[in-house]
């Protein structure tokens, strides 16, 4: 049976404490505060990666740490409202949180990331906790996602990457759609350089739009069609997890 979310930021002292003694698993959702096009808020992953731990949580009884906003977001960083931290102090942050949860009966710690950039703050902070706590760290980046896009989207990412693209804005217009506006959204595919990826020439300096694939196609029943399968990969991750690491 399907239960609420359990967000501790909602919750008393007393209540957490029950819903660790019931499964002591916590998850962090980790987003970013960037820019995703004209027709998307700088919060997009911050809320997806919110939504998805909030899933999660209801499908598990894990309980959710408020998501972290900021992450590596430094191709975007002159561009108003974005905020860039360090990428060492995104591994910083997590590995605090580790530390803080593991102290009171938290048996394994769930990452669930909505910013690409973070992917490598999790691993090398993962494999750093590893040597320095006995609780156990999981860290989720949309499961298949691959296959899913090549199953639920009718375009093709840019070079295989995801950014204010018709995936983001499927799983927005079912996240957060009254924050969209999709008569803003719009195709680009930015010419990319030969020296991209071997010099400073980053996402921000290509793309006019901030858009980088085809926005113009999302719709709503795409992004539910895809949190569904990525909630129930994750809540079966978590549940694995948990019994591979804790038995």
């Not at 949309?142 to 995936?167: D, K, Q, R």
């Not at 085809?214 to 992004?223: H, R």
């Amino acid at each position: 049976m399907t239960q609420s979310a359990k967000k501790i930021i909602n919750m008393t002292r007393d209540e957490v404490q029950q819903a660790l003694a019931d499964f002591p698993v916590a998850i962090l959702p980790l987003g970013a505060t960037e820019q995703h096009g004209h027709h998307l808020p700088l919060g997009v992953d911050i809320f997806l990666a919110e939504n998805l731990a909030n899933i999660v949580s209801e499908k598990t009884g894990a309980v959710v740490i408020p998501t972290m906003p900021f992450g590596y977001s430094w191709v975007w960083r002159d561009i108003p409202g974005t905020i860039s931290i360090q990428q060492h102090h995104v591994e910083a942050i997590i590995k605090d949180v580790a530390h803080s949860v593991s102290r009171y009966g938290v048996k394994m710690l769930v990452l669930i990331n909505g910013h690409d950039s973070n992917n490598s703050s999790m691993k090398y902070a993962v494999r750093e906790l590893a040597d320095e706590l006995d609780m156990p760290v999981l860290y989720l980046f949309y499961p298949s996602l691959s296959e899913v896009m090549a199953t639920n989207c009718e375009s093709e990412p840019w070079y295989g990457m995801i950014h204010a693209c018709e995936f983001e804005t499927s799983l927005m217009l079912a996240t957060k759609k009254e924050l969209v506006t999709m008569d803003k959204a719009v195709k680009e595919y930015p010419e990319k350089p030969v020296l991209y990826g071997k010099t400073t020439i980053s996402l921000g300096d290509l793309s006019k739009s901030g858009v980088y694939g085809d926005a113009s196609l999302a719709t709503e029943e795409k992004g539910k069609k895809m949190e569904q399968i990525f909630a129930n990969k994750m809540a079966e991750l978590v549940l694995e997890g948990y019994e591979y690491f804790t038995k």
